[in-house]
Nanobody, 130 residues
């Protein structure tokens, strides 16, 4: 049974930091590119960051560049999102997602649309407020 379980969300003041974790099970984690998305109330789900299955390449949405860092630990089947200098605009439910490795891909393919992902977690709430 495939599972993606996010944790680490919560309430934080503007300028603060949070580290989200996503524990995966039920599929070969090291063969999947992993991404983070978020969805604010009344808005569509949006891409935040992605890390290749090779752990060698990453890509971020513009608002996350310089503030967020995505990483993965294949030994622990876990992907992380370190978020620094958080702002109220970052308030959302954050989801991790898994995208199966494409044939022939050497870690260059970095999907950033929801449709390219096969598995999703249930999400963790992040609220940035004073």
């Amino acid at each position: 049974q495939v599972q993606l379980v996010e944790s680490g969300g919560g309430l934080v003041q503007p300028g603060g930091s949070l580290r989200l974790s996503c524990a995966a099970s039920g599929f070969p984690f090291s063969s999947y590119t992993m991404g983070w998305f978020r969805q604010a109330p009344g808005k569509e789900r949006e891409f935040v960051a992605v890390i290749s299955w090779t752990n060698s390449n990453t890509f971020y949405t513009d608002s996350a560049k310089g503030r967020f860092t995505i990483s993965r630990d294949n030994a622990k089947n876990t992907v992380y999102l370190q978020m620094n200098r958080l702002a109220p605009m970052d308030t959302s439910v954050y989801y991790c997602a898994a995208s199966v490795r494409r044939a022939g891909d050497r870690g260059i393919y970095l999907p950033f649309t929801s449709q390219e992902y096969n598995y999703w977690g249930q999400g963790t709430q992040v609220t940035v407020s004073s």
